[in-house]
């Protein structure tokens, strides 16, 4: 008997980050070693200046309902964050707090799209882009790069794609997957093609910025002429390893900042109240606080790229931000390793998560189908055991 779900639940793919989560939680289970490289959760506990303002929170009583755009004092902290931090000038009603960048993207895009729309996603790009444009019943234009390029696509591309019908274009930098941090001069030349299509709005999700590694990631929003056509998303989840606290926000023009209040009202109300004190302390701490997780994610970022360099067939460029690992594993497709037929991504790290008991992400959810993901937020011990095993089963 077939159950009368929506066309729109049917539409919608499952998260493939958090499917290969799940399967590897299942092998565990069953009493299997699984090393995880798929989940991008940073292994650091939450600072404890910030649990401290939780606690500090729960004594002074906050427990009450919270306003559907946040406390206004958390606002007023971002505005002082993103002038501090980007350059950019926002005004408390231009902020809307929501529980996660996940659900901050979900809501611009809600307000801003109307079915048969097209988003632009420069590939690879994070999995739940092209799931939230589905729910929006528009359509996802993909603009191809490759390892060669490093991940990057050009100007020229961007209009190539272009049409009437382009409502957004969504740029992700630092990058999830690929760790690529696009320059000034490489965004003022998209600005430049955008200038040409006013009616054309950018997301700037900019949820990995402090997880850089020499390059500091440029905002969008501060060229000039974009600064009225740009969402600038961002969080408290990766870089302050605070992801089940459930902290997002934009900064925006005040009319979809205020239909994002709207949206937002009638699905989850405010955030939670403990996660929004305690993400005061978090924007308003000096960026040192937390150099300390950065610094090692760099260190493990070395480990890993190194130690995939000396497996044939793996290609890896080198991440500049966030913490993942995004090689080219085609050279791997259409043999035969231990009786398993690799044809492409997904048997690739199936095959990994079953021989190696490791599990990774296929590129085919990020828009890249030669490459799979590896994150590095797992322990260095973990990291070199994981390599070894994969290193062992493809040799």
Known sequence: MSHPLSDRINSLPVSET???????????????DIIGLSLGEPDFNTPDFIKDAAIEAIHQNYNSYSPVDGYMDLKEAICVKFKRDNNLIYKPNQVVVSTGAKQSIANVSQVLLNPGDEIILPTPYWVSYSAIATLCEATSIEVPSTIETNFKITPQQLEDVITPKTKMVFFNSPNN?????????????????????????????????????????????AI???YDRTITVNGLAKAFAMTGWRIGYIGAPEWIAKACT???????????????????????????????????????????????????GFKVNVPEGAFYVFPDVSAFFGKIID?????????????????????????????????????????????????????????
Do not use: W
Request: hydrophobic residues 45%; charged residues 25%; glycine residues 6%.
């Open 18 to 32: 958090l499917a290969m989560a799940a399967k590897a939680r299942e092998l565990r289970a069953e009493g299997k």
């Open 224 to 226: 000039e002429n974009m």
């Open 262 to 312: 709207k949206m937002q009202g009638q699905i989850t109300s405010g955030t939670n109240c403990i996660a929004q004190r305690a993400a005061i302390t978090a924007v308003l701490a000096p960026v040192e606080k937390i150099q300390y997780m950065v610094d090692e994610f760099k260190t493990r970022r070395d480990i890993m790229v190194g130690l995939l360099r000396e497996i044939d």
């Open 339 to 395: 009786g398993y037929q690799i044809q492409n991504a997904g048997d690739f790290s199936m095959f990994l998560l079953e021989k190696a008991n490791v599990a990774t992400v296929s590129g085919e959810a990020f828009g890249a189908a030669n490459c799979i993901r590896l994150s590095y937020a797992a322990s260095e011990s973990q990291i070199r055991e994981a390599i070894k095993r994969i290193k062992m089963v493809v040799n």
């Open 177 to 221: 997957p690929s760790g690529i941090i696009y320059t000034e001069q490489e965004y003022r030349a998209f600005a430049a093609v955008l200038e040409k299509y006013p009616r054309i709005f950018i997301l700037s999700d900019e949820i990995y910025e402090h997880i850089n590694y020499g390059e500091k990631p440029f905002s969008f929003a």
